[in-house]
């Protein structure tokens, strides 16, 4: 199987993490038993928590950290550069030198539906929804569930209530 997967050894896994194959990791940290699916990126200095699930094709960048107990659904998007240029003004292709990690926070038990994107400077609170699709542009509220283009606010869930339609 070793030769689907790039682990650098740099990373650190804890006990019990469940990759599959097609990954690519290097310079991250992932919690005890927390499983990543196929075909999913995680960039050096992102950190993900304990009892996480990360679905297939996504992709964390540097400045990601995810609590514990998040699902983060097929095909999630983290951007951790408001404003992305490829050249300096003189023409040069920018290195890190020219740009900071701009962070991403995703609380405990947060869920992040797939084909959603998260832009840089948010934090997801305890709990919250984030709808399949969304982008989120702005803090989410714990226990809030958000959706849409940009990702706007539908209703709170109790803290200790099971989320129905």
Same mark, same amino acid.
């Given at each position: 199987?070793? &030769?689907? %997967?790039? /682990?650098?050894p740099? !990373?650190?896994? $804890?006990? *019990? =993490?469940?990759?599959s ?7 991250c940290?992932i919690g005890?038993?927390t499983?990543?699916g196929a ?10 928590g304990?009892n996480c699930k ?7 960048? &540097?400045g %990601?950290? /995810?609590?514990?107990? !998040?699902?983060? $659904?097929h *095909? =999630?998007t983290?951007?951790?550069d408001?404003?992305?240029r490829a ?18 926070t995703?609380?405990k038990?947060?869920?992040?539906g ?5 832009l840089?400077?948010v934090t997801i609170g305890?709990?919250a929804l984030?709808?399949?699709?969304? =982008?989120v542009?702005r803090?989410v509220p714990a226990n809030?569930?958000v ?6 606010l539908l209703r709170?869930?109790?803290?200790d209530?099971?989320?129905?339609q």
């Amino acid at each position: 199987m070793s &030769e689907y %997967v790039c /682990i650098a050894p740099d !990373v650190k896994l $804890g006990e *019990g =993490v469940k990759l599959s194959r097609f990954i690519n990791l290097y310079g991250c940290e992932i919690g005890d038993h927390t499983k990543i699916g196929a075909f999913v990126e995680i960039q050096k200095n992102a950190k993900i928590g304990k009892n996480c699930k990360i679905s297939s094709h996504t992709f964390i960048c &540097e400045g %990601v950290t /995810i609590e514990d107990n !998040v699902f983060v $659904g097929h *095909g =999630v998007t983290f951007i951790n550069d408001s404003y992305p240029r490829a050249t300096n003004p003189d023409g040069a292709l920018q290195t890190e030198e020219d740009w900071r990690v701009e962070p991403t926070t995703v609380k405990k038990g947060a869920s992040i539906g797939s084909g959603a994107t998260i832009l840089a400077n948010v934090t997801i609170g305890e709990r919250a929804l984030v709808g399949a699709g969304s =982008v989120v542009t702005r803090d989410v509220p714990a226990n809030a569930i958000v959706a849409g283009t940009a990702a706007r606010l539908l209703r709170l869930v109790a803290e200790d209530a099971e989320v129905t339609q």
